[in-house]
Each structure stands twice: as C-alpha cells, then as structure tokens.
C-alpha cells in the first residue's frame, strides 16, 4: 500500500500546515486565552525573572519556537541545554557561560513538569 502522502498527492506535513493556518484564522474570532492556546502562544512563567528572558533572548534566537518549561520533566531539560550546547557551538553562535547555564537550568528546574 502507498504511503498517504502519494495516494492523496499531498506533501507530508501539509495537512499540519493547512490546521496552523486554519487555527490561526479561527483564534481571531475567540477570546484570547482560547485563542492563545489554539495558535500555540507561548507565554512563560515569570516572564520577567532572569532566567525566563535568557531563555527567550538565547533559544529563540533563530533557533526555535519557545517550549514550555511544564513540558518536560527537568531532567530531560538538563540534557537538552547540554544538547542545544552542542548545536550552538555548530551553528557558529557562543554556548552558554557557566552562569548563564546555572540561570536557566534554575530557572528550567522550577518550572518544570
């Protein structure tokens, strides 16, 4: 049997891009918190504290989406920072210091799930 993506004609991943779109169109008609939710918006927990504006400033850089701190437990978070090292050293950009490190990791231990 064919794969879906060539019995319907379709490229994989386009019916994902269709319901962003499609999300994104319908969060203009809902309250914002629904809205928020349904489009992914990312707000973080103490959005002010230290470690939640370098971690917005260091992994949103071009990098990625911001994830919610609750959506890991913070011991996969702590193998993550050490892997996103890794890829900033790749990608040309400076890892995180030692301070920078501990800043997030605090940050990333009290809120995660």
């Known amino acids: 049997m064919l794969p ?3 019995r319907t004609g379709r490229r994989p991943g386009a ?3 269709r319901f962003r779109r ?3 169109s ?5 309250p ?6 349904l489009v992914g ?3 973080l927990p103490e959005p002010d504290s230290p470690g939640a504006k370098l971690y917005e400033q260091r992994c949103t850089g071009g990098c990625h989406r911001i994830y919610q701190p609750g959506a ?3 011991e ?7 892997r996103m090292q890794g890829e900033m050293v790749r990608r040309g950009m400076p890892p995180l210091t030692e301070a920078e490190k501990d800043t997030l990791l605090d940050y990333l231990r009290r809120h995660a799930g």
């Open 76 to 82: 996969m978070w702590k193998i993550m920072v050490e």
């Open 4 to 6: 879906a993506a060539a």
């Open 32 to 37: 914002a918190p629904l809205a928020a939710l």
């Open 22 to 24: 499609t999300a994104k």
């Open 72 to 74: 890991m437990k913070f």
């Open 26 to 30: 319908l969060a203009l008609f809902l």
């Open 41 to 43: 918006c990312s707000r």
């Open 15 to 17: 019916l994902g891009n």
